[in-house]
């Protein structure tokens, strides 16, 4: 989220953290010349500055309930001129059941059976940059089969051609499937914010997940429908 840069800022940040701690929203904080990040809980949190802020929810297990709350608290206490929400960057992961091997070279096969027929793949990566007709603004997505070693590599680091912002603690490593599509999300949506910055940007959160969720799922049914006329056609 950005916004015109607000001088308030550094005579706010101060008892900005005195009331997230009150409030049971604040675990650690760093605090630097130009913004301050706001861990909340072991996986979540927010970065706080002068023109904007970034959440920040990274474990599967967390519905960000909390980081929610506390963005809440800052825009209340800011009260931020000219907001907009310029991005919402989403990592997903759909579980698929077999190797991670033979499930990367059976849908690359199929992905390839018409644009190259004469070759033997063995592994993919698809950049695909769109619209929705649902969601308002660009989005790019980065995807393809992964292990749960890779997984865990790829949500570890700022990798990739859609590389996520580096984050300012860990993400949660627990729970990933063994083999797995996924995705990378970076969704520009550059939607200005008005009168109830918070609901507005929560809404178009929402909106987003909920995009990102049914089209994630709309790749898995094409690859099953894929694998299941394969399997009709012996």
């Known amino acids: 989220m950005l916004w015109r840069p607000e001088l308030g800022f550094f005579e706010e940040r101060s008892g900005l953290l005195r009331d997230l701690e009150s409030a049971n929203l604040l675990d650690e904080f760093r605090w630097t010349t130009d913004d301050v ?3 909340i809980g072991q996986h979540e949190g927010l970065t706080v500055g002068v023109n904007g802020a970034t959440a920040y929810v990274a474990s599967p297990s967390s519905d960000g309930a ?14 931020p001129r000219d907001a907009m929400l310029q991005s919402v960057n989403v990592q997903w992961f759909i579980e698929v059941g077999g190797s991670p091997t033979a499930v990367q070279a059976n ?3 199929q992905l390839m059976a018409d644009w190259m027929p004469s070759v033997n793949a063995t592994d993919w990566a698809i950049l695909l940059d769109g ?11 980065e995807f393809g089969v992964v292990s749960a ?7 570890s680091a ?4 859609v590389a996520l912002p580096e984050l300012p603690f860990s993400p949660d490593p627990e729970g990933l499937p063994e083999c797995a599509f996924f995705f990378n999300w970076a969704w520009q949506t550059s ?5 109830e910055p918070f609901l507005e940007a929560l ?12 089209l994630s799922n709309e790749v898995k049914a094409s690859y099953l429908g894929m694998r299941s006329r394969e399997e009709e056609h012996g």
């Open 158 to 161: 700022p990798i990739g051609r």
């Open 107 to 109: 849908s690359a096969d």
């Open 203 to 214: 809404g178009i959160w929402e909106a987003v997940l909920s995009e990102t969720e049914l």
């Open 191 to 195: 939607a200005v914010l008005a009168d």
């Open 66 to 79: 909390r980081t929610r709350m506390a963005l809440q608290k800052v825009l209340e206490t800011l009260k």
């Open 149 to 155: 070693a890779e997984g865990h590599f790829r949500i």
């Open 37 to 39: 990040t706001i861990k």
């Open 131 to 141: 619209t929705s007709r649902r969601v308002p603004g660009k989005f790019q997505v």
